[in-house]
Nanobody, 120 residues
């Protein structure tokens, strides 16, 4: 069992930066690839970024590549999402997820989500 708690969301202006954190419980955190997803009002939840268990591999959705960076600190059981050059279209609830595997989009565990609002 893994419990995930996100933090760091808020209201920012276009062009600003924000860093999300996701704290995980459990001693097997390093076994999980981790991901960030988001869901905007009236839209389906979509993939944002993923990172392998070791942190050595990452991949991103085309819409955020070059602006967002996913990272993890296994000693702190925490995964991060650094978001730069934010746009109004980045407004969404952001969810942390423990993935079935790095190559899979299947989610084993979800966090509760944190709201990010970007004003123009």
């Amino acid at each position: 069992q893994v419990q995930l708690v996100e933090s760091g969301g808020g209201l920012v202006q276009a062009g600003d930066s924000l860093r999300l954190s996701c704290a995980a419980s459990g001693r097997t955190f390093y076994n999980y690839a981790m991901g960030w997803f988001r869901q905007a009002p009236g839209k389906e939840r979509e993939f944002v970024a993923a990172i392998s268990g070791s942190g050595g591999s990452t991949y991103y959705a085309a819409s955020v590549k070059g602006r967002f960076t996913i990272s993890r600190d296994n000693a702190k059981n925490t995964v991060y999402l650094q978001m730069n050059s934010l746009k109004p279209e980045d407004t969404a609830v952001y969810y942390c997820a423990a993935l079935r595997s790095y190559s899979s989009s299947v989610v084993d565990y979800w966090g509760q989500g944190t709201q990010v609002t970007v004003s123009s």
